[in-house]
């Protein structure tokens, strides 16, 4: 029986992770991998006090951290993935709350508490020959892939801050770029606007609704529809990067907790509490509307302060 539980190894998870341990919390770690999504980024800047890291590095770094805690109090568990959360008693009865955790590799951890921080997963493109051509000059990561399309014609998908620095990336490298917002403007800060979209590689388009990605073997072409004309018209490109958001990791607590039509869990942004007694959650799986890896880490502390408070309770 562990006192606490942290699902997900990522900023918010680790930050959870260190605090526990300094408080002498009996707590076990449980995640695939360190980092989160941050590990796709080549160029991270805004993780106070580092100017510039990489995600692979920031990743490292983590988990290096956790592993100077690491002892008869902090147990950490990497590379394996939590399937499914139940909760065996509630608060208010007897020995409870209670929950039990299940890995992919078949075990059963029991625990008093719970800090929930398994992030997000990037969205998919849903169009015509979108699985088909993934991997095959569909991706999802521009730090990862942009140097593959050196002097190619490419297309980005998403008009948001990831979108815009998804081209701003790609300047370096291809050819041409043209970028496709769905609604009537970019959602990406202005100053990255005005930065990517006076490159004159850029080509910028909103209201674009893309349709198809065709090909033979590879990506060859993205047909695309301007919803204010109607009108319909192929561009010729080798790469497509998409970056149309994320989807929440929440499905371990599916049907136990509260989430809103986002999929997101709602939580109280005071303490990070969940809907359930004896579940916190921090990070991009939450309802917190700002998704940066600093927010992440303070509601993740928030939460382990709140919940070291509970225990002392239940003692």
């Given at each position: 029986?562990?006192?606490?539980?942290?699902?997900?190894?990522?900023?918010?998870?680790?930050?959870?992770?260190?605090?526990?341990?300094?408080?002498?919390?009996?707590?076990?770690?449980?995640t695939e991998s360190f980092g989160g999504q941050s590990t796709?980024?080549?160029?991270?800047?805004?993780?106070?006090?580092?100017?510039?890291?990489?995600?692979?590095?920031?990743a490292e770094r983590l988990e290096k951290h956790l592993q100077a805690y690491s002892d008869d109090v902090l147990e950490l568990k990497s590379r394996v993935k939590v399937t499914k959360i139940i909760q065996l008693k509630k608060a208010g009865e007897e020995g409870g709350p209670i929950f039990e955790v299940e890995t992919d590799?078949?075990?059963?951890?029991?625990?008093?508490?719970?800090?929930f921080a398994l992030g997000s997963r990037r969205r998919k493109l849903q169009v015509k020959g979108a699985d088909e051509f993934e991997h095959k000059g569909i991706v999802y990561c521009a730090s990862c892939d942009a140097p593959l399309f050196r002097d190619r014609d490419v297309a980005v998908v998403g008009g948001g801050n990831a979108g815009v620095e998804a081209a701003?990336?790609?300047?370096?490298?291809?050819?041409?770029?043209?970028?496709?917002?769905?609604?009537?403007?970019?959602?990406?800060?202005?100053?990255?606007?005005?930065?990517?979209?006076?490159?004159?590689?850029?080509?910028?388009?909103?209201?674009?609704?893309t349709l198809e990605i065709k090909g033979d073997?590879?990506?060859?072409?993205?047909?695309?529809?301007?919803?204010?004309?109607?009108?319909?018209?192929?561009?010729?490109?080798?790469?497509?990067?998409?970056?149309?958001?994320?989807?929440?990791?929440?499905?371990?607590?599916?049907?136990?907790?509260?989430?809103n039509k986002y999929g997101e869990?709602?939580?109280?942004?005071?303490?990070?509490?969940?809907s359930v007694e004896g579940i916190?959650?921090?990070?991009?799986?939450?309802?917190?509307?700002?998704?940066?890896?600093?927010?992440?880490?303070?509601?993740?502390?928030?939460?382990l302060e709140d919940a070291y408070l509970y225990l002392q309770k239940l003692k």
């Open positions: 029986m562990y006192e606490l539980i942290i699902v997900g190894g990522g900023p918010a998870g680790a930050a959870a992770g260190v605090y526990a341990a300094r408080k002498r919390i009996k707590t076990l770690l449980i796709d980024s080549a160029d991270i800047q805004n993780w106070i006090g580092i100017v510039s890291m990489s995600g692979v590095e920031l590799d078949g075990n059963k951890f029991q625990t008093r508490i719970i800090i701003e990336q790609l300047i370096a490298y291809a050819k041409s770029i043209h970028i496709f917002e769905l609604g009537p403007e970019f959602r990406a800060d202005k100053l990255t606007q005005e930065r990517v979209f006076k490159d004159p590689k850029v080509t910028a388009h909103i209201n674009a609704e073997n590879m990506v060859s072409g993205l047909v695309w529809r301007d919803k204010e004309s109607g009108k319909a018209q192929e561009i010729p490109v080798q790469g497509v990067f998409v970056e149309i958001g994320s989807i929440p990791n929440i499905e371990p607590l599916k049907g136990l907790v509260e989430m869990i709602v939580i109280d942004h005071k303490n990070s509490r969940t916190w959650a921090a990070g991009d799986a939450t309802d917190q509307p700002y998704k940066q890896n600093n927010i992440s880490m303070g509601d993740a502390v928030k939460a």
